[in-house]
Every structure is written in C-alpha cells, then in structure tokens.
C-alpha cells in the first residue's frame, strides 16, 4: 500500500464516502502491507550492494534456468554463481557471459566502473574463488584489479605489487592453506582488507577451516573475514566499501 | 498507535482539523509504530507461552536487582534463571521464591494450574535443569509432576512410573552422560517428549554435547531436543503444548 | 499374556487341574510376556503419533521392497523416507504416492485431516525438508500448508505470512545457512515452534551443524529442535502437538 | 634363533671350536634375533585371540589376492575384511566364503565351537557390522547367536531375547544412532559388554561419533568400547573374553 | 515378589482362603512388582559385575554423605569416587578406607581375592586413574597387581614386567599423551586388554581425546576402550572378565 | 633512509668526497635500513587506520605499565584493551580515560570526529564488547552512535531504529547465542555491516563459534565478520570504511 | 639490482653521465627491485633445501602440464606430487620417472647422494606417502632406505631393523591409525625423527588427526611433526637435517 | 645382563663347570635382561639428544621434589619444566637455575656451547614458550640466540634479523594467534625450521589449534611443527639437528 492509496482512503473519509470505522479498518492491516511496500523500496537501494543472484549449487539444470529466466524478465541483470557451462548454454541469454574458472555467470553487468579494488591470491588454486569475487564486484560497478600467486612463501611478488597496494581503495586477500597472506598485506596498507579463505590444501587444512581461522586471529587488527570460498560475498562487500562517498 | 489513534486521525481529518496531507504524513510512519504496537500487542499474547525472564548469569547483582525491580514495577510476575541466594536477598521482594537446586528465583507465580507436565531425570545430578523446567512451567500456569533418577541402567524404576507417563500430556526428559533415556521414554507413550541434555558426566560427555547429539539422533522420530542444561526452556516449550486446546 | 489367561491359571489352579509348583513357573514368566504383550498394545497407540516408516537411505532397493511388502500386508498404511523413484515403482502398490522433491513415498494417507500445521522454509534449498515433513504431518491426519522462502534477509515476506501464522496451531521452520528464521518466527508469535537446520549451506554451515547450533542458541525461549534434515521427525511431532485435545 | 642355536654355540664353546671371545660375539647379538624367535613363538599364542586378517579396504584387488595367497600358503586359516565380490573369486580358494553383507572372507574356519557369544543390534542397518563380528568370532571358535533389531524404541523385543542373555557369557552390543542399546542391555545382565558404534544414521550422527560417545558415557560402568563399525575387533575381543577359563 | 510369594498366592488360591478374582488382582500387578523384584534379583547378580557406587564429583558433600549412609544400611558394601578427604572423615564408618591420589573410598571390599588382573600404567601422572581401577577390581573380589610408569618411550621397563603380563588373565592399560601403551601391549600378549585412556597432557592432547582416540584406532585388533580417566569402569570391566569360569 | 639521504650519498659520489666503492656498500644496506624506514612511514598512515594498542590480556600489571608509559612517551595516543581498573591507576597518565564495562583505556583520544558509525547489540551481554568497539572507532575519529538490545527476539525495537540505520555509514551488529541480528539488520539496510559475534551463552554456543558460524553463513551476502568478542577490531575497520573519501 | 648495477649508476653519477636527481630516481626503486633480487638470489639457496615442486591435486592435467614445461625450460629439475599415469604420459618429457604408488613424478633427480635417510612405515597402507618423502629426499641427493610394515602391533619386525637406525643422520617415520611408531622409534635412538601421519584407518582415525595428535604428544620429546599425509614435506626436512655439516 | 656375564657363563661353560644344557637356560633369559641392559646403553646415547626432565605441572611439590633430588643424586644434570618458585627454592640444589617467564629449572647446564640455534617470536606473550626452548636447546649445548616480536604484522623488524637468519644452523619460530611467521621466515632461508603453535590468542585462536594447523599447512614445505606451548620438546629437537655433524 503506497501514499497513493492512504490518500484516496482518508479522501473518502473527509468526503464522506466511508465512515471513521471502515477506514480504520482499511488501515489497521496497512502496517504489513505498507511493510511489504517498504521493503519493495528497500530493495531497489539493496541493489545498489548487493546483486540479485542464484546460487545454482544444489539447484537441478531446470531450476536454475526457471528462475533466471524469470528474473531476466524483471530485472535484466544478475549473477549466477556455482553454475555449469551446461546452464549457460541453456539459458539462451545472448549477453550471458561465462566464468570457467570460477563457474559464474554474469548478465547485464554495469559499464561504468568506479573507484579501486584490488584481488590477490596467495596461489594459483585460489584463483577460482578470486575472480568470482572480482566478477561480482566488477558486475556491480567497481573497476577490478586482479594480481595471483603472490603467497607468503616468496614475499618478493607481493613487494613487485606495492603499487597496486597503494591506487586501491580496498583490498580483497583470497588464501587456502594457513591463510597468512592477508596478516602480511594488512601489516603493508591501511587500506580495509577483506579475507577470503578458500579450502586449498588437504589435511589440517580441514577444508578451509584452518585459513578461516588464521584470518580471524590475524595480528593485524580491523581485517574483515568471509565464508570459505565466498568469493561472491567478497565482491559485494568490496563493491560497498569501495562506493562509499 | 492503537486503533484509537487512528481513528483520532480519521475523525480529525473529517472535521477538516488537519489536512489529508498531514494525515497521510502521519500514517505513513505508521507501519513503524503500529509494529512496535503489535508487538507489545503480541508481548502479551508471548507472555501466555513464555514469561518475563532475566538470565543472571555473566550479569552483576546489582545489575540483575536493578533489572528485577524495573520489572517487578510493570508486571508483577517473572523469573531469574542462574540466580545466587544473594541476589534473591537483595531483591527485597516479598513473594520471591528462591529453588536452591535450580538457583531459579520465581516471582508472582500463578495460582491456577492447568493440565499435567511430567518431569523425568535420568540421574541425581540432573535434578538442578529438572527443577528450572518445573518451576518455569509452574510458574507459566501448567501442573507438574516430577520422578527423579529413573534412568535406563534400572528400567524398573521407569516402569513404576507407567501412571505417571500415561496421565500426563507432555513429558520433559533430562538426562546427561549417554542421554538415552528420552528414547526408552519416547518408545514406552505417545505423548509429545521435550529432551533436555545435561553436561553431567566426564571426558567424551563434552560438557553435554553427547547427550545432545544422542538425544538429536534417537531412534524414536519427533522428540523435541533443547539446548544444554535449557531447564527453562523446555519449561516454556511443554506449558505451550500442555495447554493447547 | 491379559488378564484372562491369569485368570484361566488360577481357576486351574483351584480345581487342581494344574499343581502350583507349574502354575509357579507358569507365572514367573509373565513378565516378559505380558510386557512384550503391553508392548504390543502401545504400539497400537504410538501409531496415533508416529507412523510405520522405512528409512530407505542405505539399504538395497530390495530390502526396501520387501520390507514395504510385508508392511503393506499388516497396516496398509505407512511412509518410505528417501526413496528413489526406482523404489516406488518396483512398490507396485496402487495407492503409493511418490514426492520427487522430497524423495518420500505415502501409502494409505488418512483422508480426515485435523488442526493446522504451518511449515515455513528460510529458502528454496530447504524445500526437499520441508516437503518430508509436511507429507509426514499429513499422512498423520493433520491439516497442513507451507509457506516457502521466508527468510531473514527479506523479512516482508514472512510479514505477508501474519495471517497464517496467527492460523496455525503449531509451526515447523525450515532453514539452513545461519538458520536465523526460528527466532524471529518466535519473537512474532505465541505458537509452538519446531525448528528443522538443514545441511543447505557451504564451508563454515558444517553440513547443517552451524544452522542446528543457532537454533538450540536461539534467544526466543522454548524452540523444538530436531536433528539435521529430519522432515521426517518435524512432522510426527508437528502432529502429535496439533492433535492435542 | 632357537634354543637348539643357542645349543649348538655352547657345544662349539664346550669343545673349544671356537673361543670365548667369537662366542660372545655371536650371543652379543642373540636378543634381537632370540626376540624375533620370541615374537614368531609370541605370534602362535597371539593367534588364539586374534586372527591373521587382510584389510582390504585401500588396497587393489591384486594386493589383496596376492597377500591372501601368500598367507593361504602359510598358515591356511584367515581373513579378509571389507572385501569384494570380485576379491572373493579372485582368489580362486575352495574353501574361502564370502559374507555379502558385512563383505568378510572366511578361509579355514575352525569346526569347533566353544561357549557363548551373543551379537544384539539396534536396527537392520547395523546388521553388516554384526555380521562381521560374529564371523570373526565364529571363524576364531567361539559359539555365536544373532539376534537383529532389538533397538530401545521398542524394548519388549529385547526383553523376548532374556533367554539368550542369560545363556551369553559375553555380549557384542550393534547401535548406531544414540547408541543407547548398550547401556539398556547393562542394565540387564551382568555379563562383559562388548559395544560397537555404527556409522548408521545422519546430521549430528556425525558418522558415529554421537554413538560411539554415548556409549563410553554409558550410565551402566564396564562396557567395553570399540572403534566405529569395528565388527572385527568385537569378535576378537569377545572370543577372547569366551575363552577364557 | 519373588517365586516364594507367588507360590502363598497360589496356595491361598488352592486352599480357598482368596477368591480367583482376588489372587487375579494381586498377579495383575506382578509385571512391575516383579520386573522390580527381578531387578532387584539382577541387581544381587549385578553386584558380581558391578559395585554400588556414589559419584561424588558435582554433589555436595551433604549430598555425598546421606547417600553413603543410607547405603551402608542397606549392602555394607559400596564405592565413593572422586571423594574428597572431608568426604571420608564426614563418613564416620569405621572400615571406609580411603584412597588420596585416586579419591577413592571404599567400604566393606571383600576378603576373598581371585584370578589376576595386572594394571600398567604409561607414565606417574596417569597412577590416580590406575589406582581408581586397583582399588574396584580389588573391592568386588579380584586379585590385582599394579605395574607404574611402563610407557613407550623406555620399552626396557615393559620387558621387565613379562612376567606379570604371563601370569595376567586380564590386563588394564591407563595412558595419557599419545596413548601408544595399550597398542605396544597388545603386540605382546594374548590376553584381553582393557585401555583407560587418561587427560594427562596438554595443548593437543585435548583433555584425553587424542589418547581416546589413538586407543580405539588401535593396530592391534579387540582392545576395549573406557572413557577418559574411566578408572572405575575399567575396574568392573577386569573384575568381570577375571571371574568368568 | 630517505630520499634525502639518498641524494647525499650521491652528492658526495659526485664530488669525490666519498669512492664509489664506499658509497656501494652504503647503499648495499638501503633495502633493510629503507625497508625498516618505509615500515617508520608506513606506520604513520597505518595509524590513520589502526591505533596503536596493548592487549593486556595474559600480561603482568607490571609490564602493561611498563609498555604504557614507553608508548606515551612516543605517541601521546594510544588504547590498552582488557585492562583492569589496577592498571589504569597504576599508569598515572592524566588524561587516560577508563571505561569499565569493556575495560579499555583510551589515552589521547582524537576531538575531531568524522562520518558516522553505529553499534548494535542483540542483547545486554554484548554491551561490553560493543563499548569496545564504539570507543575504538571514536579513539580513532569516527562519529559513533550506540543502540543496545535490538535482538531479534522482539524486532519491532530495531524497528524503532530505522533512522540511525540510515544515517549510518557503516554498521557494526555485535550479537551472541545465535548470531541472527546482522542478517536481520543486512536484509534491513545496503550499508556495510560488521558482525562480531561475542561468547555469550551456554552449551551449544560453545564460546561464540556458533554465533560465529551463523555470521559467517548469513544468507545476507557481503557481511564482514570478526573473531569472536573482537570488539577492537570491528572498530578499527568500521573507522576505515567510515573514513573513506 | 645487484652490486654491480648500483656501482654503475654510482660511477655515472660521479662522472656526470646522469644528474643526482636522476640517480636518487633510479636507487629509490633499489629497495623493491633489490628485495626481488634478494628473493632470486635467494631462491637459489632454496633449492638447496626445497625442490621446485607442482602440487597437481586439484589442477586440470593441461595447466599441470603447461606449468612443468614451463619449469622445464627454466630448471629442468623439477617434482610433480600427486600426479597421474596421464600426466605423467602427457608431459613428454624423456627422463620424467613416475612412481605410481604415491604418484610422483621426478624430472631431473641428482645423481649424486649423500648422508642416510631412513624412511619407516607402520602399515603397508602407509607406503605410498613414504615412497613420496623417499623419492623427494632421493631427488634432492639424500641416500635413503625404506623399511615398511614394522608396526608396534609387532616390535620385533622393528628390532630386525636396529641396524638401519643406528646408520641413519635422520629417520622418517610415516604411521596412520593411533600413530604411535615414532614414540617407539623415539625410545630406541637419538637421531632427529619426523613423524608424517597418514590418512590411513577410519572412524575415529579422523582422517589422519587422531595419528596427527598423538604424534603432537608423544611422550618422547622433540619429534617433528607434519601434516597429514605430507610425504613431500617430510623429505624436504630430511634432506634439510641430513645434509647439514 | 653385559658382555662380561655372557662370557663368565661360556668360561664356565668351556671349563666345564656348568653343563650346556644349564648355561642354554641361563641364556634363553637372556634377551630381556640383556634388552633392559641395552636401554640403559642407549639412555646415554639419549642423553645426547633429549635431557632428563620433571615435568612439574600435575604433580604436588612434594612429588617433584622427591624426583628432582633422586635425578640429583644419579645424574646431576637434569630440567624442570612448569615449575612455581616454590618448587626452585624446596630444591635446596645449589647450581639450580629458575626462569621465571618459562618457570623452567636447569640443573648443571653444558658449559661447552656448540653450533647456532636462532629463537623467533611473533609477539611478546610467546616469550614463555620460546625461553622454555632456548633454555633446553641451551642446557644441552647448543649455542642459542633469541630475538622476540618479529610478527608478521610488522616485516621490517624480521628483515632487520636477517644477519642472524644468515648465521643460524636451525630456527625455532615461536607464533600464536593466526600462525604465519614460521612461513614466512621459511620464505627467507633454507635452514631447517622448527615452528611452536602458542595458546596465545582468544576466541577462534582455540587454544593454540589454529597456529598449529596453520604452521601444519604452511605454504613453505618442510617446516617442522611442535605440539602446542612444546617449548621444550623444539629445544630438543634444534639440539638435535643443531649438533649433527
């Protein structure tokens, strides 16, 4: 229910057309339907943070289609994450675009970029999870610099991307293993950093949970830290950050 | 804002006393405040299902007391969980009731009390989160019952409670170290059963952790588990299912 | 053994027919029996609050098949949980219905249903539960409606809800990832809350473990936890609480 | 090196063939030989409690065959645990039988049987480790009886097995899920209980963990516990406790 | 009841002196009465397995006390673990002896000894737990021989103690840390071998899990693994064994 | 060793004043000595980010006094984080400032603030870190605003903070038990949101990792998590997403 | 930049071929370029100690192959750990030897060796991470010996390799299960051992945790331990110890 | 039994006195005589490697005492590690050194300091640990240095040891929270490298578990890892490695 309808509703009151009583009526359920309008609103800002997405992971191929189709029709512009190269066949959207290495699809993505951020990967095999991250950052307006393989083993290839440190406005760290990198980066800058555990390794590693919990203990106050292998949240978050006005 | 206050509105814009534009201004915020109304609306329907409560653990007496009387003040009727005897003292409120066993400090009780809620432990040791569950479905309005120490290692004394079980209406079963009294109960009626895990025992009882899990896998479908030592809990879950009509 | 075969012995016993020293041993045995007798006679109880089911997950499609058979013959009327469609097929049974979602097989569901079950879900990903559980309650006797992905990140859908859920008489939640939905369903209503996680998630959900332990943590007192994915279990108790008189 | 070794040295010394000092020497080095000696001795005594047994579970089909034929030459009587089908043929044994469902192999069973050994499960799907421990048992010759799916939801099914109890002079306790079978069946009789956890069930079974913690927190004291699904080392130790005179 | 009782009724039957309605009323009752009885008749061949015994970790020392003597009315004979020295002097039963490094208490332990049960011990700081174990076999009638600070690092001491592991019918191995001593033993021995493993250790010993779990993965197949610092369980366990005939 | 030194050295190349030899060696060692000076003047812009601090936490009085003063003599501004009000005296800096719910000293506190952070809690056990958080970021110069107990137990309170959700440029939701108030808050708002669970609870919360888990799988995408009870480090980086331009 | 080029800029500044300005331009960059150098140079001295290595788990067999050859060209010695049969075929590479146990491929391995590392497992399960350390300590140019299958289950198997030990500079010892090998080994020789636990067992072997643990507390103090599994990491250590001088 | 028994019984043997079938029994005991003698041969080449040690924590004062001065009496050179002043001064041992941080004894230390052992800490609240280890590495020989805070929070201040890195024969890293030095100081050098996860930290530092996994699944292969706070055991282990000749 918008102002619109409020208004037409006490309009009737002060003409006459319907009594004190009904129009209470009419209103005391306005609260959830008003809601429901509020968050229509709400959402149309949620956009500007956060991409409408389908996770198709768990999905069947007919699932992830309906419903991309469906919001292709509403919105022209989102993202498909986990998805195969068989649903983007499938889906027939010809500016469809698809990521092998980090099986996300993108579609509608914003031509201009703003602002800075910057991926880095300890190693080769967090480059999956890296560029999701930098697809969806990219997909929601942010210009996206990607530099891999800079792990704390050989801190020489991180010292080359000082530069790069220093034009971004924030930092995404992506690293499996004993997830180090992002304490090292973060004793570096001062930019935000978020922290992007992947579940490279074996072992100890326990899937990610020993990167996860490095970062989060990280000796470097402030670092942000995001689920293992979260590399679309990453992308949202950075997109935020990197907004900021 | 009640219905009273909008209907105020209503008649004030009937009158011609405020403009429909100011009208609609006023109602637009209403969503907000007619939530926070339905809610207290709510709090008192919530009320029926689970009392005011302050949880006395991790606060400072003086906290604890300070909170209390602030309640007391509005509603005459609630309870502290974890309470020590001191602050039961420092309450200085008259018709406070101090349970040593379960630290429970229960205030305003009702008189009336409806259906039949039986409490089961399975030890001793679990009489203290027995005793949280009772007093808290007590004090709610709901006719307890309890039989201690009827754990599986004697089934007899189990079997010598068939009246009870089958009198009651909803059964709360405590029991830590294996927790698996709530399964020999659950295949012995077909009354609704609320598990409450313990951390008594040592070692692999994971301060409550096994009877838990035990309790979450039991070979008996749809008992309800609660979270460790939650006495108070399921005091509120069994009073809600004890007086469904 | 009942009361008349007690009986029966003791006559024998008077007109001398049997000695005492055989009516002795006779009657030692009584226990076992007589217990495996009463036995008997709960479960015919129990069946108003649990039905037959077979847990197919992990057993050859022909012991399924068998099992069923042999169900069929004695109770006409009982559920298969995670079937295949191979196994409804190879059932033959006339009146089996198959639920692909959530790979469960009703045969014999009672026609008259009862009360008012809700079951909500968080997402689309927790439906496959969900379903299970409203099957279940259904097949019980239970009146039953879902409401599908209601979760937290958009609570004006759950809003759009009020009406159904000040309908309900008791109220499954459905949710996996954070598994936040129980709580705020919770704090909206007085109603009876059966919480199901389920292993929908990645990385830190732990294979539901994350969703299960936020719902035993919950802040709204009194939520009815169950073990991960357990439709199946949601339902009985769902039923057995709506049933109450 | 054997006492007729030690013999032969001492006669050379007696003789004077060789001196003192090259007798020394050679006996210098005698305990780790003699300790092989002693082991090999230790190893016929060890096979009375414990079988010559092939892990085949990570190896090829082809390391399995080729150390079973090895060890046919050897000592004509073992086992092979999680074996295959295709294992069993391989081997091309005549007297090798092949379990289907707990996947054993048994080569040179013994035919006499001594004592009692009762194998109880909780549920049909505990019936492959079962299986596999009164194979073992059976193979090493112990007298074992089976009985299936006596679980805690329906204990009048256990109460009509007294009879085997009591005839029991050790009992081998099946349970996955809670795992509460174990702590019902001490509860009712005084023999040693052997208990195995199974990895049967989901969500917080945790692939047997909750079982295997419950039965270590048994409120019933002195059941012996063994590793998840490790039918085998039952059977060991049951026969041991068997044998014992 | 016990068969005494059953045959007055059945006599009163005979003689006329009660009615076969009266007799059928007073035999109703039975299955509880004598599953009671029975229970009680278990509980005097339980005590072979089993000793009465009071846990007094988490009691207070009041609690402790009542229980202890209205036991010591009742059996003359019973355990107090993990008891305190205020524990035993409160007592005031003169033949309570207790035990400082195991807390134990023990009252009325049988003068009669049999058979052989050889405790070892890995290191001195796991002796509290080997002790608990000593002093129940000892109680409930077994022949008990303690062998301390045997562990794997110095193998020498173990081949030391040869003997003792010959003349052993059942041995109980308490080790902390790495828990390697039951494996190392169980290499050498035919005997049945009971592991206790111990929360002695620190960082990754993880309260006793490590060495629990080490135990119950042991290479040597048919260990029976006890609970963490479990000295009392095993102690019945051995007692069992040890008297087998 | 700056740009300045650099030029130096040269200049004296250049004038002959020094070899080109010794020069060589001089500058062999600029990459540490330059190194370490980089660090120097990195360290500035770090502070515009990260305060410089004590964790007090498993230290002497003695030696946070000690580290204390050495850092007032350099910097004039700094924070000591779990600190008690012992310490706090025994500094006898003047304008040190002692807030005793988190137990942060804060010293030398920036006038000027900037931009607009907000604080949340779920409930009043999480003030204490929340404090910490809000003094951090205000040390820092950033605008801080905080509004307790907003749990999604009752929603309509967080309802009633609308405003301060929309004037706020980043968010920091602090919240234990079951971690469900940033997804609420995230489906409320596309501000970046900081969650840092605390270690309120019992049983299940185990220390926090729950609340923890649920953060860090919030179906709202894009939420920056933080170690458990880290109210310093959620205000460190809100301050450096506040500060953005 | 090395020595030379900074003595070059020096001699240009000196004979005024570039300005000062220029010269403090070019020696600015030194520290990052120089630090890069540092890291080749140092690199070098790596290789002493760790070999290049392609981890090819979790890599598709093109990138794995495009990286050795890639590594071919620069240093023509070179590991590939978990590698396939196709890999190994796909690399065309003539002296590329693969070891299908543990899936190796060395290219390039020194023909010189020196030193003695001895590599022991405790099962035949074990073997393919000791065949990794081996080749990786042999490619690196350590001499070393294998003896597998000298489990504590059979000590005497361990004492017929007394010899080995005594010649061993250092001794890799590779055990799954409760991994207690190394504390045996570590009781019998003062040499460096490093422990490697295998993913070997089930249950509560944990995937290699539970020998990762006990390994971590063993009661023979100063044992290096590695991850679960790491052959590879094993024989870089080896190698390491065994050549110091 | 030593090489002079062995030829005392063959002199007797060849002069005739005892009989061979006498001196064959005399000698088939041998092996565990002969073992234990050999242990004792072996606890001195031990001794080389890994000191005599109390550890004091869990045992009463009274206890380590008692050890201490028997230690004293036998070897006069010997550690205790968790000791309490009280303990140092109950000694009454002249030459007994206390270490307040590490509450480490040394009793009769090497004069005679050997090769170089590099001690590393990330923070100051390691410096316990990492003294606990240059105590013992520093007891048994070795020449040791420690250099404290070099985190990797803040490179620069590692850089500036590089000389030191430069000149150790072995590097022990002592790290909590997140882990990541010991990687990456095994970036830097080839040297052998020891890492110690600490317990400092809090939240999801659990401990020390997340260093310790963390150095377990370091990026750099090879790194040796220690049980948790195992200062000790790293100082044996850097001796060991240290002194290889």
Redesign the interface.
């Given at each position: 229910m918008d102002?619109g309808s409020?208004?037409a509703i006490?309009?009737s009151?002060?003409s006459?057309r319907i009594s004190?009583?009904e129009?209470?009526e009419k209103?005391?359920h306005?609260?959830?339907e008003?809601?429901?309008f509020?968050?229509?609103d709400?959402?149309r800002?949620?956009r500007?943070?956060?991409p409408e997405?389908i996770?198709a992971?768990?999905?069947t191929e007919d699932?992830v289609v309906g419903i991309a189709r469906a919001m292709h029709e509403k919105s022209r512009s989102f993202l498909v994450t986990k998805a195969t190269r068989e649903i983007h066949k499938a889906l027939g959207i010809k500016d469809a675009v698809y990521y092998p290495s980090s099986r996300i699809i993108s579609v509608g993505e914003k031509k201009q970029k703003k602002g800075d951020v910057l991926v880095l990967t300890?190693?080769?095999?967090d480059i999956a999870v890296a560029e999701e991250a930098a697809v969806t950052a990219s997909f929601l307006g942010s210009r996206v610099q990607s530099v891999y393989d800079v792990?704390?083993?050989?801190?020489?290839?991180l010292?080359?991307s000082?530069g790069s440190l220093e034009r971004a406005?924030?930092i995404i760290v992506v690293a499996g293993?004993?997830?180090?990198l992002p304490?090292?980066v973060?004793?570096?800058?001062?930019?935000?950093i978020?922290a992007v555990?992947t579940?490279?390794?074996?072992?100890?590693?326990?899937?990610?949970?020993?990167?996860?919990?490095?970062?989060?203990?990280?000796?470097?106050?402030?670092?942000?830290?995001?689920?293992?292998?979260?590399g679309?949240?990453?992308?949202?978050?950075a997109h935020?950050?990197n907004v900021?006005?």
């Open positions: 102002r409020i208004k006490l309009s009151v002060k006459g004190v009583k129009a209470t209103l005391r306005l609260p959830y008003d809601m429901a509020a968050r229509i709400h959402h800002h949620l500007q943070g956060i997405v996770f992971s768990g999905k699932q300890a190693g080769t095999s792990g704390v083993a050989g801190l020489h290839r010292m080359d000082m406005r924030v293993m004993e997830g180090a304490s090292v973060g004793g570096m800058t001062n930019k935000p978020i555990p579940s490279t390794g074996y072992g100890t590693s326990l899937g990610g949970l020993t990167a996860l919990f490095a970062m989060l203990n990280s000796c470097v106050p402030g670092i942000a830290v995001m689920n293992i292998d979260n679309f949240g990453s992308g949202c978050l935020k950050i900021r006005v």
